[in-house]
Structures are given as structure tokens and as C-alpha cells.
């Protein structure tokens, strides 16, 4: 049962997505991907770097919990295998699911996302 001030947020919810969100495509694991609106926050671009040496990209991504609402959709469990990509053009990369949820109510949850950062040989720098 959510409490009194999940409720009164979820009334301004809306238009906090409306002015800050983003749509996004949506991977479920195993699924068909579907678009959604959410509120990225990139949180670093050159994190350590991963077990294969590459540098990693993260970003925090607030959708709604409810997967069927009808104008900004969302995400009701995520799992490890999930992906998200910023933006509709197919060639944008894949962000995976990390496992972490950083804040999470009846509402909405807070997810991090991460990604390997490309090495281009010959330039000596990082690019995404």
C-alpha cells in the first residue's frame, strides 16, 4: 500500500517525466523490445575499467514500475539480461542492467545501466 506522499508524488509524476524524460528502447531478457519514457542521469563515462580492460560508460535511468501505462510505459521487475538504448536509431549501443537498483517504491525505481566503452587503436583515447 503506498503512503500518503507516494501518492500525492505519483500526482506530479507525470509531468516530471513529460519535461525530463527521454524516450528509450526497452530489452526485457528473453523478450521483444518496446519503448518507454525515462530520466537518464550519465554518472560516468570512464569508470574503471571492467574484468576484459575496457572502460565503462553508466548511466541511472527513473522509469515508472507500471509496465502498462499507456503514455510512458516502465519497468515492473528488472533482471540481469535486461538492456536499454537511448534513443530510437538502431545504431546506438546497448546499455545492460547491472542488478542494482539504487532507489526503488510503488512508483517508479532508479536503475543502473552500464556499457563498455570502445578502445579505437591508434588514437590513444576512449571513445563511446
Do not use: C, K, N
Amino acid at each position: 500500500m503506498p503512503t500518503p506522499f507516494e501518492t500525492d508524488f505519483s500526482l506530479v509524476l507525470p509531468d516530471h517525466f513529460a519535461r525530463f524524460g527521454e524516450t528509450l528502447v526497452f530489452l526485457p531478457a528473453g523478450g521483444t523490445e518496446r519503448e518507454l519514457t525515462g530520466i537518464v542521469a550519465v554518472t560516468a563515462q570512464t569508470r574503471e575499467a571492467d574484468e576484459l580492460g575496457a572502460a565503462v560508460a553508466e548511466i541511472q535511468v527513473t522509469v515508472l514500475t507500471d509496465e502498462d501505462d499507456d503514455q510512458y510505459g516502465g519497468i515492473a521487475a528488472p533482471v540481469i539480461g535486461d538492456a536499454i538504448r537511448r534513443g530510437a536509431d538502431d545504431a546506438d549501443r546497448w546499455y545492460g542492467y547491472t542488478g542494482e537498483a539504487l532507489e526503488s517504491d510503488a512508483v517508479q525505481h532508479t536503475l543502473r545501466f552500464t556499457r563498455s566503452i570502445p578502445y579505437q587503436h591508434g588514437r590513444g583515447q576512449m571513445r563511446s
